[in-house]
């Protein structure tokens, strides 16, 4: 079993930047692919970035491509996934969410384990 808890979201302004953190505890992280999705009311939630389980291959949508960047860190008592978000714009406004899969995919369904989610809103 995998807890993860998402932190790091807040208010900001279009153009500011901000990184989330997505900390595990449980079974170690380092055994499993990351990712993180995103959802506004009434939307399904989305794909944004996803990382394998030693960093080296990244998958990210489209409209955070250039913007966006994962990356994790499995040293010894750290599991943590970050997701480092730039020029931000008022559409990336949503409640983001860190999941754990067994394989690197940008399919919700295909994730086993899911925090709690952290708000990132970004006024204009």
């Known amino acids: 079993q995998v807890q993860l808890v998402e932190s790091g979201g807040g208010l900001v302004q279009a153009g500011d930047s901000l990184r989330l953190s997505c900390a595990a505890s449980?079974?170690?992280?380092?055994?499993?692919?990351m990712g993180w999705f995103r959802q506004t009311h009434g939307k399904e939630r989305e794909f944004v970035a996803a990382?394998?389980?030693?960093?080296?291959?990244?998958?990210?949508a489209d409209s955070v491509k250039g913007r966006f960047t994962i990356s994790r860190d499995n040293a010894k008592n750290t599991d943590t996934v970050y997701l480092q978000m730039n020029s931000l714009k008022p559409e990336d406004t949503a409640v983001y969410y860190c999941?754990?899969?067994?394989?690197?995919?940008?399919?919700?369904?295909?994730?086993?384990?899911w925090g709690q989610g952290t708000q990132v809103t970004v006024s204009s």
């Open positions: 990382i394998s389980w030693r960093g080296g291959s990244t998958r990210y």
């Open positions: 999941a754990a899969a067994a394989v690197l995919t940008t399919t919700t369904t295909s994730y086993d384990y």
């Open positions: 449980g079974r170690a992280l380092r055994s499993y692919f």
